[in-house]
């Protein structure tokens, strides 16, 4: 009878289904468990091997008409030269969308061949549940001595970073140091004003300096604004990195403070930066500062963007914040006044020091899944994007398509991995070669960046009259902004410090956001006066402390400790 | 279950297999997609990790129902579920009967079907699209915030202000939905004997009057049951609404379970506790359904299901 | 109703009418504005200067559309999807509630049945395991992990099945006399009598299946994949966000040319019209449809 055999095939088919789903995914993948035979490492000899990727993209990735993600100049290169088949096992947006990707695959016990972890934790997680490959023998057989060079710039923290148990579990990205968020200051006005700043021209300023200077634009008023500012901040007054834009950070770090950092103080306990006396002592400047009408009175409403048209209106001169704002913030000033000049200054300290901590050397990781047979081709991966194609130029002239990608500016999501990888002091480097091209002391060839190269052009092109704005910031972040972080490197002018960058603790996970309301809410209250300097900064320590900080510090020790 | 189908013919077996028939391949379908994950929820019970799957994972009993308990999120989460969810039933509501009966007295056809295709239509669109109108409406620089602050009162943080962001998710839910909500209330009114309100305008009743001792206590039933069917959504809060308009900013005040369990459980890779909060709350759900339709079973004669 | 012929009534009559007009144009007016951002120049829309008029009129964010190939790739993943959901949902939900109308003196296992779909309306085993499911299916990345999970609507089975229970036993009655089955009966007696709740229940699933984002977001693991309204929603981008996470200034420069948001207010437009164009035809069930669901005769 129909009806009994229809019976029987659904029965049937849904106990097929149900085996299949609950034992697939405790067996993890099954596509990769054939070619179990011995590690071949010659690209050519090995046959061409599949690799999985799961792949972290951008919204605007500026590819030419035809490619995609899958199929761009990056990945045909590195299928020929590795002899692979790049497939994306997903491809998504970082942040939440990528980081669900993950979970999902993760869930389901089966991850690609090779992707990227955006943090520590979850790299901490795939390694307890040993769910990625031990890279240490691949790493010591075939990463490049180049790219060896880039980790050791480092002095280990990149590769201590991934190190579990003495085995190499990840390829790290690189983050070099931001260096110190910098005065940015309105010097057309300087001038127009009659003022003198950074007197010695040592191109550093103590707070005083920058105190008088606020107070200058005001009374001045160089351009009429019916309410001129001082110095404007963001409601959350400090950063979590040396050069926070918007913040206060440069003041405190010149006070010996370093607001949203663990590290060791001066008696070797750990500790966060942002309940320490010197806090308090930034505190109480900016309070001071407020109070004299120098910061801006409605410090704590403003949002970002508000902020950023008190400097279009001429209302602002003085912005903190990192070398390269004139790239995306300074740039909205200068396309509604072309006269606009800003130049930076660092904040010293009382010995003259110029106040500043390491960044956390990796916080991104490229993994392989411990099913894929062949580790060894995410060390070639690496040796290919971060020393063959900076290196090699016969590597571009093989891939004209590569080449004009650099030239194009497509974003560099589309390599197959989407990290970094240069020396701690990249940076500076390839300035030290668009420095020395711009004073005719090298050429234009030389510089061994596509982006170093487009940024000397730009800045070749406005110094002779395009008056293009991209010119007008490469100008400002890189002859003045990297300029003068070269300058304070050359001179020795660094104080360094090294936070310690631990992984998210338990109480972290669920006490945290609360400790960041306590304290920026604490911090605007104090530096507004609608708390009391002294019992407000006591109330809000003793809180932090009381709430989980406390705690998470103990918990932070026993970490170090493993 | 199969033994049982393979029984002996009765009388009306002929018949019977055709209603198998119409009724299997759904229900194929329903097993799959609804019954056969459900065995998943054992990982509620374990400290699942994928690589060893549901049957390598140790179990671990209540453990992440215990967690659950004790974790000062959980309280406000559920806060704030509630407390958007009731908002959204309550004023729902009270805008949806009120608008019915106002339409009920338009005696222009044109306007009176114009307005019903205006007002019904937002129930038809997507949370993504009219999440992304709320945003271009309700940020510090959108069109509210420019009237807001040209009669004086000044800029309100509509998406990042703990005050009133509950409020907002509240006030665009009803907007959405009042329209649409109020037809079954405007088919109530219709169904009220026209004899009464003659009878009680003879008798010289103003119209609140008519208003509130005819039309009202004929809604009532419906009043009632709609009340009941409402109820039993009461922990969720809206998963599409509140995910498209919501930020870390406002966590404290709009995250509501679905979005938590989303963030914690899938986002998060807490997946055994994602799913102990998830089963609980369908638990809590289910519950709620069952006594709702015994209620409205018992107290209008209708039920929900 | 009566209309007391006094000033007082004509008063009121205004008010109501005034209120009524009121709740319309709230309703409109928002609807409006995004249109009139769509039509917008970009620079007024930075600045918030538009209200319910375009400024600075132009079409050009419609004429970047037309080359935008994603957005007509998703544009068809979700025509596709809305058309083979419609199709399988109706195959499936309309026999079955018919079935369901059944005594369980006809129909023995009918209560069993019932319980089964109250209980998958109520109950479900979570996002992570459907996820494994419709994976170790091999799914993923298809189109029908967009359809099959949502295969039976419960909703609209209980929807039919109060119709059906509607329908005058003796219609049936003297198609079985002459000899028609079951099947018969549902095909040329049911059916027929049914198309208004039929098209109730496919407003439901069409606008269902159009205006859902979040299986795409799940089961689809490239944008490439992602159905309408997954796209859509893929657009909003949060610039604080951005400027905290990026990577490299360059990555910065981008983010002047992300915020399109006269671009995407032309996108979300254009994604609601296959709903507009089916609104007037289907707007007169709703009625049928809402109040089937509530109000049992």
Redesign the interface.
């Known amino acids: 009878m129909f009806n009994r055999k229809l019976k029987k095939a659904a029965a049937l088919t849904l106990a097929g289904i149900m085996t299949l789903s609950l034992w697939g995914c405790g067996s993890g993948s099954g596509s990769t468990s054939e070619s179990s035979q011995e590690t071949v490492t010659d690209p050519a000899g090995r046959g061409t091997v599949t690799v999985t990727m799961g792949r972290q993209t951008t919204a605007n990735p500026k590819f030419p008409s035809g490619d995609s993600y899958e199929d761009n100049a990056y990945i045909r290169m590195t299928e020929e030269k590795l002899n692979i088949d790049i497939q994306d096992e997903f491809e998504a947006e970082s942040g939440d969308d990528y980081n669900r990707q993950v979970s999902l695959a993760l869930s389901a016990g089966t991850l690609p061949s090779m992707m990227k972890v955006a943090s520590k934790d979850e790299l901490t997680e795939l390694y307890e549940n040993e769910l990625i490959a031990d890279l240490t023998d691949v790493y010591n057989q075939y990463a490049s001595d180049y790219v060896k060079a880039i980790y050791d710039s480092f002095d280990g923290r990149a590769l201590d970073n991934v190190t579990y148990d003495g085995k190499i579990m990840a390829i790290p990205a690189t983050a070099s140091d931001a260096g110190t968020s910098m005065c940015w200051v309105r010097s057309d006005w300087v001038e127009s004003l009659g003022l003198t700043v950074d007197e010695d021209g040592d191109r550093c300023l103590t707070l005083d300096e920058v105190r008088a200077l606020a107070k200058a634009f005001i009374d001045g008023n160089p351009e009429q604004a019916e309410h001129p500012v001082g110095i404007a901040f963001n409601a959350s007054l400090t950063g979590g990195t040396s050069d926070g834009t918007n913040t206060i950070n440069a003041i405190a770090y010149a006070l010996g403070a370093y607001p949203r950092l663990w590290f060791e103080n001066a008696a070797g306990e750990l500790t966060y930066g942002s309940i320490e006396p010197e806090m308090k002592e930034a505190l109480s400047v900016i309070r001071s500062w407020y109070e004299e009408g120098v910061v801006d009175n409605q410090l704590g409403t403003r949002t970002w963007d508000d902020i950023t048209s008190l400097l279009t209106n001429g209302q602002c001169g003085i912005v903190f914040g990192s070398w390269h704002i004139p790239d995306w913030l300074l740039n909205n000033v200068y396309t509604l006044n072309d006269k606009a000049v800003f130049t930076p200054y660092a904040v010293v300290s009382e010995e003259g020091k110029v106040n500043c901590t390491h960044a956390n050397a990796t916080g991104e990781f490229v993994v392989v899944s411990a099913d894929f047979d062949h580790p060894e081709i995410a060390i070639e991966i690496l040796n290919l994007f971060y020393d063959d194609l900076v290196n090699d130029s016969a590597l571009l002239e093989a891939y004209p398509d590569v080449a004009s990608y650099l030239n194009e500016g497509v974003d560099g999501t589309a390599r197959p991995f989407n990290i970094e990888v240069k020396s701690n002091t990249y940076l500076l480097d390839e300035y030290g070669f668009l420095k020395a091209a711009l004073a005719g002391e090298g050429t234009r060839e030389e510089i061994p960046t596509a982006e170093e190269r487009s940024n000397y052009d730009s800045i070749k092109a406005y110094q002779e009259g395009s008056g293009d704005v991209t010119g007008w910031c490469k100008i400002h972040s890189r002859t003045k902004g990297v300029d003068l972080l070269t300058y304070l490197t050359e001179n020795d002018l660094y104080n360094w410090v090294t936070p310690v960058y631990p992984e998210t603790t338990d109480t972290m996970n669920t006490s945290w956001a609360n400790l960041q309301t306590l304290e920026e809410e604490n911090f605007i209250k104090i530096v507004t006066g609608a708390a009391p300097l002294d019992e407000g900064f006591e109330s809000f320590v003793s809180g932090w402390k009381a709430q989980g900080g406390d705690t998470i510090i103990a918990e932070i020790k026993a970490q170090l400790e493993q | 279950?199969?033994s049982?189908?393979?029984k002996p013919l009765?009388k009306?077996r002929?018949?019977?297999?055709?209603?198998?028939?119409?009724?299997?391949?759904?229900?194929?379908?329903?097993?799959?997609?609804?019954?056969?994950?459900?065995?998943?929820?054992v990982?509620a019970f374990q400290d699942f990790?994928?690589?060893?799957?549901?049957?390598?994972s140790k179990f671990v009993g209540l453990k992440h129902f215990r967690y659950m308990l004790q974790?000062?999120?959980i309280g406000r989460v559920i806060r704030n579920t509630l407390i958007i969810a009731l908002g959204k039933i309550f004023f729902g509501m009270i805008l949806a009967i009120a608008?019915a009966i106002?339409?009920?007295?338009?005696r222009m056809k044109f306007?009176k079907s114009?307005?019903?295709?205006?007002?019904?239509?937002?129930h038809?669109?997507?949370?993504?699209?009219l999440?992304?109108?709320?945003?271009?409406?309700f940020?510090?620089?959108?069109?509210v915030n420019?009237i807001l602050s040209s009669i004086g009162i000044g800029k309100i943080n509509f998406l990042g202000s703990n005050q009133v962001f509950r409020k907002l998710i509240i006030g665009t839910d009803v907007?959405k939905e009042?329209?649409?909500n109020s037809?079954?209330y405007?088919?109530?009114i219709t169904g009220i004997d026209?004899g009464l309100?003659?009878a009680a305008?003879i008798d010289g009743a103003s119209?609140w009057k008519r208003i509130w001792h005819i039309t009202i206590p004929g809604m009532m039933p419906?009043i009632m049951?709609?009340t009941a069917?409402n109820l039993t959504s009461v922990l969720s809060a809206g998963?599409?609404q509140v995910y498209?308009l919501y930020?870390?900013i406002v966590?404290e005040s709009g995250d509501v379970l679905d979005t938590y369990?989303?963030r914690i459980?899938?986002?998060?890779?807490q997946?055994s506790f994602?799913?102990a909060v998830?089963?609980a709350r369908?638990a809590v759900?289910?519950l709620m359904?069952v006594t709702a339709n015994h209620l409205t079973d018992k107290l209008t004669g209708?039920r929900i299901? | 109703m009566i209309d007391n012929k006094g000033t007082s009534a004509r008063i009121r009559n205004t008010v109501i009418h005034l209120i009524v007009i009121l709740l319309g144009l709230i309703c409109l007016l928002p609807l409006i504005n995004i249109v009139a951002i769509s039509f917008s120049g970009s620079a007024a829309v930075t600045a918030n200067k538009v209200g319910l008029l375009p400024v600075d009129f132009t079409t050009l964010a419609y004429s970047r559309i037309i080359s935008d190939s994603q957005f007509w790739r998703s544009f068809g993943i979700s025509v596709i999807r809305v058309a083979l959901t419609l199709a399988l949902n109706l195959v499936l939900v309309v026999p079955m509630s018919y079935a369901m109308t059944r005594k369980t003196s006809e129909f023995r296992f009918r209560n069993v049945y019932m319980n089964l779909l109250i209980f998958a309306m109520l109950f479900n085993g979570g996002m992570i395991p459907t996820y494994i499911v419709v994976k170790n299916l091999g799914l993923l990345n298809s189109i029908w992990a967009l359809i099959l999970p949502g295969a039976v609507p419960v909703f609209s089975v209980i929807l039919m099945m109060n119709f059906f229970k509607g329908i005058p036993r003796a219609l049936e009655e003297a198609a079985i006399v002459d000899g028609a089955n079951p099947l018969q009966v549902l095909l040329h007696v049911m059916i027929p009598c049914a198309k208004p709740s039929i098209a109730t229940i496919s407003l439901f699933s069409v606008v269902g299946s159009w205006n859902d984002f979040f299986s795409g977001l799940i089961y689809m693991q490239k944008v490439k994949d992602y159905p309408i309204m997954t796209y859509i929603q893929s657009l909003s981008i949060d610039l604080q966000e951005l400027v905290n996470n990026a990577a490299s200034s360059s990555a910065l420069e981008n983010i002047s040319e992300l915020s399109n948001r006269n671009l995407n207010a032309a996108k979300i437009v254009v994604a609601v019209i296959p709903l507009l164009l089916i609104y007037p035809f289907l707007q007169k069930y709703l009625i049928s449809g809402m109040t089937m669901g509530a109000v049992k005769e």
């Open positions: 279950m199969k049982k189908m393979l009765n009306s002929g018949q019977s297999s055709f209603f198998h028939l119409f009724v299997m391949p759904g229900m194929i379908f329903l097993l799959i997609f609804n019954y056969l994950p459900m065995f998943g929820l990982m990790v994928p690589a060893k799957g549901f049957f390598g974790l000062p999120d608008f106002l339409l009920n007295e338009i306007l114009t307005v019903q295709t205006i007002v019904y239509l937002p038809f669109l997507s949370w993504v699209v999440a992304a109108v709320a945003v271009n409406l940020n510090l620089d959108g069109s420019q907007w009042f329209g649409y037809v079954v405007l088919a109530a026209p309100h003659e305008a119209w419906i049951l709609m069917m998963f599409d498209n930020s870390p966590y369990v989303y459980g899938l986002v998060g890779r997946y994602g799913a998830g089963l369908s759900a289910t359904m209708q299901y």
